[in-house]
Antibody, heavy 115, light 106 residues
Framework: EVQLVESGGGLVQPGGSLTLSCAAS????????MSWVRQAPGKGLEWVAN????????FYADSVKGRFTISRDNTKNSLYLQMNSLRAGDTAVYYC????????WGQGTLVTVSS | DIQMTQSPSSLSASVGDRVTLSCRAS??????LAWFQQKPGKAPKSLIF???SLRSGVPSKFSGSGSGTDFTLTISSLQPEDFATYYC?????????FGGGTKVEI
């Protein structure tokens, strides 16, 4: 069974940093692109970033480019999102999702940016 | 960026109804279109990919059609568990973009 489990969310002050993790199981992690998608409270879905199997390609939404970094550790079947210079507008539930068509999603982790 | 426009933004329906949700892309995306169902407090669930291919385990009452710029999701006989918000996604061109969602209510 495919499972994606996010962790690392919490309350952070504006300008602060946070790193999210996503633990993958039930499939061959090294065979898939992986993505982060977020959803602000009461709002729709927004793609944030994705990463190729071997980390050779990474793409970011304009809204996070230069502030967020996506990475993965294929030895640990894990995906990460390093978030710096956080703003109130980054407040959202962050989901990890598998491949370009997002066939599987984790349960999400809430990031709240507030003073 | 490709804009995805879903209509209607919400609809009221009854158990047993056949409902059709629309999604329009601001430019052609071939068939790189997916549909998701999201219930309150839960993660989105993939229903359809490649515009019309049903995900394994998804009931056949869900069907998708379209190509290019106009797409539809049809639920043939609405059941209580189908009341949710539905999103479309284009994954033909970076950045991947979602529609604003259609909330299906009783």
């Amino acid at each position: 069974e495919v499972q994606l489990v996010e962790s690392g969310g919490g309350l952070v002050q504006p300008g602060g940093s946070l790193t999210l993790s996503c633990a993958a199981s039930g499939f061959t992690f090294t065979s898939y692109w992986m993505s982060w998608v977020r959803q602000a409270p009461g709002k729709g879905l927004e793609w944030v970033a994705n990463i190729k199997q071997d980390e050779s390609e990474k793409f970011y939404a304009d809204s996070v480019k230069g502030r967020f970094t996506i990475s993965r550790d294929n030895t640990k079947n894990s995906l990460y999102l390093q978030m710096n210079s956080l703003r109130a507008g980054d407040t959202a539930v962050y989901y990890c999702a598998r491949n370009g068509a997002f066939d599987y999603w984790g349960q999400g982790t809430l990031v709240t940016v507030s003073s | 960026d490709i804009q995805m426009t879903q209509s209607p933004s919400s609809l009221s329906a009854s158990v047993g109804d056949r409902v059709t949700l629309s999604c329009r892309a601001s430019q052609g995306i071939f068939n790189y279109l997916a549909w998701f169902q999201q219930k309150p407090g839960k993660a989105p669930k993939s229903l359809i990919f490649a515009a019309s291919s049903l995900r394994s385990g998804v009931p056949s009452k869900f069907s998708g059609s379209g190509s290019g710029t106009d797409f539809t999701l049809t639920i043939s006989s609405l059941q209580p568990e189908d009341f949710a918000t539905y999103y479309c996604l284009q994954y033909n061109t970076y950045p991947p973009t979602f529609g604003g969602g259609t909330k299906v209510e009783i």
